[in-house]
């Protein structure tokens, strides 16, 4: 059983990092840098994002944590997901909403970039406003993110501007090879925590967390600019979550809470639901008024 757990965490790993790495290969480090390099520029896109996802969406899941009455795990899922960074494969569904490309790379490099510093800080005053000791180091976000997140799309950015022809080739393939990994290793994951996941979502929690992603996504698409395929990328943005990271300041944090982990994977569940609800909305919107 140890052996099948380890192969399975494993294919996720691995799942993870094609993705990405077929992401990267249809951007260009003039993608992953644009953020960056417009960040002093009207319409401040970047300060735009970070006041929406590391300001409003906290504050929002400070507010419900406190003044809803919450099983401590859907406190701490709520919390931990609001200071994450993006995950890795939310740009494909970004994308596939009609979302700017420069603009989705450009977001996801920058914010988890930034995410080693706000994040250690962000735990610390989470901390200190349910007056508990909380910590994350920055030398460990900067590992999670390095390897789910910046390092594959590095070698997929390197395939793109030296070998673009294999890049092309190769980026579906990898695509696709991720996607079968990702399912493999999902499957034994849900199993084990879907009576806790059943559990919460029965005692009502699944309410509260679906108004929490809604009213992410609208601070996002009110945040995101003049333009409508930024705004849907950044409302995307700030209602999921890395769940990994998520994970990582719950298990130091709070390693008693047996139904932690469970309480994240409904935050998932439902982000992703309503996400895509929100992306094939968008589309519809879009197809009938393209100008």
Same mark, same amino acid.
């Given at each position: 059983?140890?052996?099948?757990?380890?192969?399975?965490?494993?294919?996720?790993?691995?799942?993870?990092?094609?993705?990405?790495?077929?992401?990267?290969?249809? /951007?260009?480090?003039?993608?992953?840098?644009?953020?960056?390099?417009?960040?002093?520029?009207?319409? +401040?896109?970047?300060?735009?994002?970070?006041?929406?996802?590391?300001?409003?969406?906290?504050?929002?899941?400070?507010?419900?944590? @406190?003044?809803?009455?919450?099983?401590? *795990?859907?406190?701490?899922?709520?919390?931990?997901?609001?200071?994450?960074?993006?995950?890795?494969?939310? &740009?494909?569904?970004?994308?596939?909403?009609?979302?700017?490309?420069?603009?989705?790379?450009?977001?996801?490099?920058?914010?988890? #970039?930034?995410?080693?510093?706000?994040?250690?800080? !962000?735990?610390?005053?989470?901390?200190?406003?349910?007056?508990?000791?909380?910590?994350?180091?920055?030398?460990?976000?900067?590992?999670?993110? !390095?390897?789910?997140?910046?390092?594959?799309?590095?070698?997929? @950015?390197?395939?793109?501007?030296?070998? &673009?022809?294999?890049?092309?080739?190769?980026?579906?393939?990898? *695509?696709?090879?991720?996607?079968?990994?990702?399912?493999?290793?999902?499957?034994?994951?849900?199993?084990?925590?879907? &009576?806790?996941?059943?559990?919460?979502?029965? *005692?009502?929690? /699944?309410?509260?967390?679906?108004?929490?992603?809604?009213?992410?996504?609208?601070?996002?698409?009110?945040?995101?600019?003049?333009? !409508?395929?930024?705004?849907?990328?950044?409302?995307?943005?700030?209602?999921?979550?890395?769940?990994?990271?998520?994970?990582?300041?719950?298990? #130091?944090? /709070?390693?008693?809470?047996?139904? /932690? !982990?469970?309480?994240?994977? @409904?935050?998932?569940?439902?982000?992703?639901?309503?996400?895509?609800? +929100?992306?094939?909305?968008?589309?519809?919107?879009?197809? *009938?008024?393209? @100008?």
């Amino acid at each position: 059983m140890a052996d099948l757990t380890v192969i399975f965490k494993g294919a996720l790993s691995v799942s993870i990092a094609l993705l990405v790495v077929a992401l990267g290969m249809r /951007a260009s480090f003039a993608d992953a840098t644009s953020l960056f390099r417009t960040a002093w520029q009207p319409p +401040y896109r970047l300060t735009r994002a970070l006041v929406a996802m590391h300001l409003f969406v906290p504050a929002l899941a400070v507010g419900v944590a @406190l003044l809803v009455d919450l099983s401590p *795990s859907i406190q701490l899922a709520l919390l931990a997901m609001a200071v994450s960074p993006i995950p890795p494969i939310l &740009p494909g569904k970004q994308l596939k909403a009609g979302g700017d490309q420069r603009y989705i790379f450009g977001l996801l490099v920058a914010v988890s #970039l930034l995410s080693c510093l706000t994040i250690p800080a !962000a735990v610390a005053l989470l901390g200190q406003i349910f007056s508990r000791e909380a910590h994350i180091g920055l030398f460990e976000v900067a590992r999670l993110i !390095a390897t789910s997140i910046l390092l594959p799309l590095l070698l997929g @950015l390197l395939f793109s501007h030296l070998a &673009p022809s294999l890049a092309n080739r190769l980026g579906p393939w990898c *695509s696709g090879l991720g996607t079968a990994l990702l399912m493999l290793g999902l499957i034994p994951v849900l199993m084990k925590v879907w &009576p806790n996941m059943m559990a919460l979502a029965s *005692s009502g929690a /699944a309410w509260v967390i679906a108004a929490v992603v809604a009213a992410a996504m609208a601070v996002g698409h009110l945040l995101g600019g003049p333009h !409508a395929d930024e705004r849907s990328a950044l409302a995307m943005a700030s209602a999921m979550r890395h769940p990994g990271v998520a994970l990582v300041i719950v298990g #130091l944090n /709070a390693p008693d809470e047996p139904r /932690a !982990a469970a309480a994240i994977l @409904l935050y998932l569940l439902i982000a992703t639901l309503l996400t895509t609800f +929100y992306g094939v909305l968008v589309r519809r919107m879009s197809a *009938s008024n393209p @100008l």
